[in-house]
T-cell receptor, first 112, second 114 residues
């Protein structure tokens, strides 16, 4: 069975600084990987996804993530964050049986 | 409707009572998912449906939890003999057909068990 680990429950970052949110997964088979974002008082929405092909995936709002099969990771990055990026970010994995498992989430705090 | 609709948005109940939570997915979406989000926690997978069938019920916490889906439409999550630890936001999501599709989430039902 697949699982997802987000090691950081909270990440504080100064505005305009780069950020990396870490995600590791475990699965015995090939997977689909996702990042979802939940802005304050809003529902979850898809940020980006990896299905196959290029390991570098670009999403909305300047975020990108890189699939690393050997390290079973799918870390999310942004070169320069804005106050509007304050949100909770969830990594998710599916081993292609249509079941999608989410991590515990990482709260991104943008410091002025 | 344009999005995934969940009702009620809030439910307060007494310990030991049964509750029903409803989810109306986006029209044409065959895949439907239920998750639970406890305060300060991540999303806990409960169950998903492909059409009417539920290939994986392994996430249901106990036999007090059950879910059904009629046609490829409405789904109901039922919690019998509610306990205080059942208090959480219950989220429903739907997608066109498969796990590689984007999930569309509802706003959730906030369940409070007193």
């Amino acid at each position: 069975a697949q699982s997802v680990t987000q090691l950081d429950s909270q990440v504080p970052v100064f505005e305009e600084a780069p950020v990396e949110l870490r995600c590791n997964y475990s699965s015995s088979v090939s997977v689909y990987l996702f990042w979802y974002v939940q802005y304050p008082n809003q529902g979850l929405q898809l940020l980006l996804k990896y299905l196959s092909g290029s390991t570098l995936v670009k999403g909305i709002n300047g975020f990108e993530a890189e699939f690393n099969k050997s390290q079973t990771s799918f870390h999310l990055r942004k070169p320069s964050v804005h106050i509007s990026d304050t949100a909770e970010y969830f990594c998710a994995v599916s081993d292609r049986d249509d079941k999608i498992i989410f991590g515990k989430g990482t709260r991104l705090h943008i410091l002025p | 409707g344009a999005g995934v609709s969940q009702s009620p948005s809030n439910k307060v109940t007494e310990k030991g009572k049964d509750v029903e939570l409803r989810c109306d997915p986006i029209s044409g979406h065959t895949a439907l998912y239920w998750y639970r989000q406890r305060l300060g926690q991540g999303l806990e997978f409960l169950i998903y449906f492909q059409g009417n069938s539920a290939p994986d019920k392994s996430g249901l916490p106990s036999d007090r939890f059950s879910a059904e889906r009629t046609g490829e439409s409405v789904s109901t999550l039922t919690i019998q003999r509610t306990q205080q630890e059942d208090s959480a936001v219950y989220l429903c999501a739907s997608s066109l057909s498969r796990a590689d599709e984007k999930l569309f989430f509802g706003s959730g039902t906030q369940l409070s068990v007193l």
